[in-house]
């Protein structure tokens, strides 16, 4: 089985990554590397390389189903945000903790935001398996950030949101980057913004569609 995986791996690497322009080389190595069956609960192990969106938790009356992104545009983001090895990483709706662990990889140290306990227990036991000692999984609400070891070089948004709050942009360090999905289905797109002089500024990199973020949501108003 493992050596079945290690194939999908590479097939992924090449079929689904390197065909969708990402071409970070050190970004490639790692999701490569990785064994993203790690993170995938259960028997849909199997189903780790598909280039779908993986369910990692079913909805609740609490919240939504929770998602691992597809290989394709999680590469993608990662690819927009250019993560130095230098860089103290906020990676906000870590999941069962494979984004982080891609992260760790590319930067100094990352901070894996999660608000599901139970998703949040689950990354941090998968994490330390795999030796990924430069992470740290933190619990709390999505929408707020983690001031606590503010400011980030970047903040990777794992999931599509309606705006990205001020608060998040306000944990960035000067020169910093933050990516997200702005929008819903295909009409959203992927967006990069940049802190230059406490001043932040944003712009629309490529059309990508994710699955939504809990806490992220605008009230919806009533149509008479």
């Known amino acids: 089985m493992n050596a079945d995986f290690s194939l999908q791996r590479a097939k992924m690497v090449e079929g689904q990554l390197r065909t969708t322009d990402v071409t970070n080389v050190p970004l490639l190595d790692a999701m490569g590397d990785i064994p993203r069956e790690a993170f995938v609960p259960g028997r849909r192990k199997s189903l780790a390389y598909i280039d779908e969106d993986l369910e990692i938790a079913t909805a609740t009356r609490e919240g939504a189903a929770r998602y691992l992104m597809e290989p394709s545009p999680f590469a993608k983001l990662v690819q927009l945000a250019d993560v130095q090895s230098s860089d103290v ?5 870590s999941g069962t903790g494979y984004s982080a662990a891609v992260l760790s990889r590319l930067a100094s140290f990352v901070v894996a935001l999660e608000c599901d306990e ?7 036991e998968t994490l330390s398996e795999l030796g990924c000692v430069n992470v740290a999984v933190v619990g709390g609400a999505l929408e707020n950030g983690y001031a606590d070891d503010a400011p980030y070089d970047v903040i990777l948004v794992g999931g599509a949101v309606d705006s990205v709050p001020e608060t998040l942009l306000g944990q960035l360090r000067d020169g910093g980057r933050l990516v997200a999905v702005i929008g819903e289905g295909n009409a959203a797109s992927a967006h990069l913004y ?8 944003s712009r629309v990199a490529f ?17 008479f």
Not at 194 to 201: A, F, L, N, T
Not at 208 to 219: E, S
């Open 194 to 201: 940049v802190k230059d002089d406490g001043i932040v500024s």
């Open 89 to 93: 990483v906020l990676d906000v709706g």
């Open 207 to 223: 059309n990508l569609a994710v699955k939504p973020l809990p806490g992220f949501q605008k009230a919806r108003a009533f149509v």
């Open 118 to 124: 139970s998703l949040a227990a689950s990354a941090t």
